[in-house]
Every structure is written in structure tokens, then in C-alpha cells.
């Protein structure tokens, strides 16, 4: 994610972009992914790469020869024994509070100063909330759907319109989760494309909430809440590797309970075939953010495709503005190919499985089985990325909130002053915790995959053939991001 201060006009924006990836060409010695600030790694990428292939190796080979006691049982849930519970009363007094938060960040967008540094509605949005979010689910479990500030909006909504609640149609359960799906892409389109103005910010809340509401009309709320709201799809789907459990109780109160979330994960292995897209797109978009903004992909487009692109439109090699259009057609084609390359790419592996495999499940069915193992290399791969910029922010955070507007105002007088120059983060420190955290989730995969290998009547049988495809699919993922994390900075 980068944040843009754009107060040129569109073409001035459109040639400085051009005039800056032109620079980003040139060589530098920079050896890393490391914003902005030179960094060689301590050894090569290579070897980095084969200690992450043979730990992922390794791994796979303990699994094979573990004992099946030890592995998680997957049988019926168990009762549960003991459990925290806590009142529906805090849960309303969350999610109002959160709502208050969104209208808070859509107003400082609209009202306040357009900086995206001096604004608390960029960093509100896409840090605290979308990526807070995330990351909130993944460790405490799925505490969003009890606190989501739209459907609390709905409710409100619903007391004025009931149709609300109930709908007017009937929603085909065959585009399963394919809108939720369009609406991530839409975000994430925003994330990657937008000129980084809070106004931004803004116009999606309010787009969104407009969205909830004619959906809900069409379909009700309920089916809003399960098939096309993508931040609420995000969090339950990050909260399946979460060890606690959220069980709605009679009267509004939750349950919070421990649970295995791996025999989970196992269980639960017959996802629409609309979550393989949906988490392919999430590693997808991730990975395409980190590899637009390096020095090979921008030389890469003005080496070797923009010339013969100037060949057949001569107008762009001396029109700026059109060699701006030009770039911006490339990245959204490289972004829409990135993220069908991903998918295909595991269809592909399971349709490979299929066939080498002695069950009768076909490659789409395998698809649906274990495309859950892609969930831990997606989110571990997310935070690799982005993780520096909760610490960054996290500078900032007083400060925003003193002066939510960027107007000069000072409603904390404790806020230390802007001048106080920041520590300098090591490199080398982010470039191994990047490392651990992409091997941790891909080494999580191997051991999801493995669970519902053992437990699947229809795959025991193959033992380690049905699992060699998913191994190099993991062991191709964990090799791709290293790399990618590894260029340099344009």
C-alpha cells in the first residue's frame, strides 16, 4: 500500500509518474525489499530460498512419519466445557462505537486536509480498521460479525424500511460468494490505484454503506452479511486459524470458547469453489502490491513492452499524458493477470493431484477440499507486508487522533512534537521477520494439508502422492515471495 499526496493536476500527476519509474530504471545496489532505504542481504536469495524449501521439506517428511494419534481429531464438535461470556450489551456499545469510528473517518475525509499524512482518515481506514480487522480475527477469532458497524446500519435502516430485513427477492445460491468476492476487488482496486486523497476514504464508506443497503433491499440482510459483504467474508475466513471460538447465545450474549483450529480447518473442507478465488485474490493482490513498485517490474515495462508499444502508437513515445494512460492500462492488466494466474495455478496443481490420485474426486472437488490450506500463506504473507506499517503509523497514532482533521488542532496536549525525528527500524531485523513469517504460514499450510489428507477416507489411501502436488505448491509460493520481497525498491 502506498500513500500518494496528490495536490498536481492529472496530467502533471500522470508525468511525474512517468518522469519517476523512468529514474526507477536505472541500477541501484539496492538488494532488498526495504522501503526505500538500501539493504543487501547477509547472504543470497538462493540460500534463503533452499533453507526455506528443505525446512518445508522437512516438515512434510515429520508429518509423514507421525504417529496418526497425534494428529488433531476431527470427529463431532465437543460439547463445550467452559467458556468466557460476555453480554450483548458490550457488543452493541462495540459496534456503535466502530460505526462512530467510520463516520468519524468519513467526515475528516471530506472536511479536513487533503495530506493523507495529516489526515487520520487513511491511516484510520486501511490500517487500524481493514488491516486491524484482519489481523484482530486471525488471533481473537471472528469478534467482527458480533461488532459490524454496517449491520448495525441495517438495523437502524430496517426499522424505517423493512424490506430491509427480509428482502424482495430471492438470492441464487449459485453465485455463492462471487459478489463478496467483486466487492474485495473493488477494494483492493482502491488500494492499489486510487491517488491517495482521504477523500477517497470517504466516497468508499459512503459507496458501501449505499451498496449494503440495496443489496439488503433485493436480498435482505442477512444474505448481505454472508454472501457480499467482503470485509465480514474476510474476517470469518482469517478467524478459522483463530483458537477461540465465538458461539451466539440466546438474548444477544457470545460465548468465547477454545478450540483446535486446525481440526476445524479439517472439518470443514467443502468450501464453494468461490473461496479458492476468493483466497487466491487475497494472495494475489498482496503479492502484485509488493512487485509493482520494484525496479525489474517498472523495467521490465519500459524496457521490453512499452518500445514495441511506441512502434505501433508513435503519439506515445513524445505525449506524456498518454504514456501515463498507457502505464496505467499495463498495471491494470498485470493486476488482473496476476490474480487469474494464482488461481489457475492451484487448479491447476489440484487437477494434477486428481489424477495421480486413487479417490474419485476430480480436480474441482479437490479445489473445494483443500483450498483452505491457502488461507495461512495469504494471511502470513499480508502481514509480512505490511506489519511496518503499524509500526510507522503507531508513531503517529496520538498525533491523529489530537488532530483527526490535519486542521492544527491540538485536543491532547500530551501529543509529543512533529519535529522528533523517529528511530530508524534495522532493515536486517524486518528482512528476517519477513522470512519467519512467509515460512510460518507456509509451513502451517503443510500441516493443514497433511491433517485432511489423513482424516479423508478417499485420499488415506494415497499417503504421500496425494500430497506432493500441494508440497509444490507451497514450496513455489514460499520461493515467489522470498523474491519478491527481495527486489528493490523503484
Request: aromatic residues 14%; glycine residues 6%.
Amino acid at each position: 500500500m502506498s500513500l500518494q499526496i496528490a495536490d498536481l493536476s492529472c496530467g502533471e500527476r500522470r508525468r511525474a509518474l512517468v518522469a519517476a519509474l523512468a529514474l526507477a530504471c536505472m541500477p541501484t545496489s539496492a538488494q532488498a525489499h526495504a522501503w526505500n532505504i538500501p539493504y543487501f542481504l547477509p547472504v543470497p536469495l538462493w540460500l534463503y530460498a533452499y533453507a526455506a524449501t528443505g525446512t518445508l521439506i522437512i516438515s512434510f517428511m515429520i508429518l509423514m512419519f507421525a504417529p496418526s494419534a497425534r494428529m488433531p481429531a476431527i470427529g463431532p464438535r465437543p460439547a463445550a466445557r467452559k467458556a468466557l461470556r460476555i453480554p450483548a450489551g458490550a457488543l452493541h456499545a462495540g459496534q456503535i462505537a466502530i460505526a462512530l469510528f467510520l463516520a468519524l473517518l468519513a467526515v475528516a475525509g471530506m472536511a479536513g486536509t487533503q495530506n493523507p499524512f495529516q489526515n487520520i482518515s487513511m491511516s484510520g481506514f486501511w490500517i487500524w480498521f481493514y488491516l486491524g480487522s484482519i489481523y484482530v480475527s486471525a488471533v481473537f477469532g471472528d469478534l467482527y460479525a458480533f461488532v459490524n458497524p454496517f449491520c448495525w446500519m441495517l438495523r437502524i435502516a430496517a426499522r424505517i424500511f423493512p424490506a430491509i430485513e427480509i428482502g424482495r427477492y430471492r438470492y441464487d445460491r449459485r453465485l455463492a460468494f462471487y459478489p463478496a468476492l467483486a466487492a474485495y476487488g473493488a477494494l483492493i482496486a482502491l488500494e492499489l490505484f486510487g491517488i491517495g486523497k482521504p477523500g477517497e476514504v470517504s466516497l468508499f464508506l459512503l459507496a458501501y454503506a449505499a451498496y449494503a443497503v440495496a443489496v439488503s433491499v433485493c436480498f435482505g440482510r442477512e444474505v448481505w452479511v454472508k454472501y457480499f459483504d467482503a470485509l465480514g467474508l474476510l474476517c470469518r475466513l482469517c478467524a478459522k486459524l483463530s483458537p477461540l471460538k465465538w458461539l451466539p447465545l440466546k438474548g444477544g450474549d457470545v460465548a468465547i470458547q477454545f478450540r483446535n483450529p486446525i481440526a476445524d480447518m479439517a472439518r470443514d473442507d467443502r468450501s464453494p469453489i468461490s473461496i479458492a478465488a476468493f483466497l487466491s485474490f487475497m494472495l494475489a493482490s498482496t503479492a502484485y502490491d509488493a512487485l509493482r513498485d520494484t525496479v525489474p517490474w517498472n523495467r521490465f515495462f519500459w524496457g521490453s513492452i512499452y518500445p514495441h508499444v511506441v512502434r505501433h502508437v508513435p503519439a506515445l513515445g513524445t505525449n506524456y499524458a498518454h504514456s501515463g494512460d498507457a502505464l496505467l492500462i499495463w498495471q491494470w492488466t498485470a493486476f488482473a493477470a496476476t490474480a487469474a494466474a494464482y488461481y489457475l495455478f492451484f487448479r491447476l496443481i489440484c487437477s494434477l493431484q486428481a489424477r495421480q490420485s486413487q479417490s474419485s474426486l476430480n480436480g474441482k472437488a479437490l479445489a473445494r477440499k483443500f483450498c483452505v490450506t491457502l488461507l495461512p500463506i495469504a494471511l502470513f504473507y499480508n502481514v509480512s507486508h505490511y506489519f511496518t506499517l503499524f509500526i510507522g503509523q503507531g508513531r503517529q497514532l496520538l498525533a491523529l487522533v489530537s488532530d483527526p482533521l490535519g486542521l492544527g488542532w491540538r485536543l491532547l496536549p500530551t501529543v509529543p512534537s512533529g519535529d522528533t525525528a523517529a528511530p530508524v527500524i534495522n532493515m536486517g531485523y524486518i528482512w528476517h521477520a519477513q522470512v519467519l513469517l512467509i515460512l510460518a504460514g507456509h509451513v502451517l499450510s503443510v500441516y493443514v494439508t497433511h491433517v485432511i489428507t489423513t482424516r479423508d477416507r478417499d485420499l488415506v489411501r494415497d499417503g504421500v502422492i496425494a500430497q506432493l502436488p500441494l508440497l509444490v505448491l507451497t514450496i513455489a509460493l514460499t520461493i515467489s515471495g522470498l523474491w519478491i520481497l527481495s527486489l528493490p525498491l523503484a
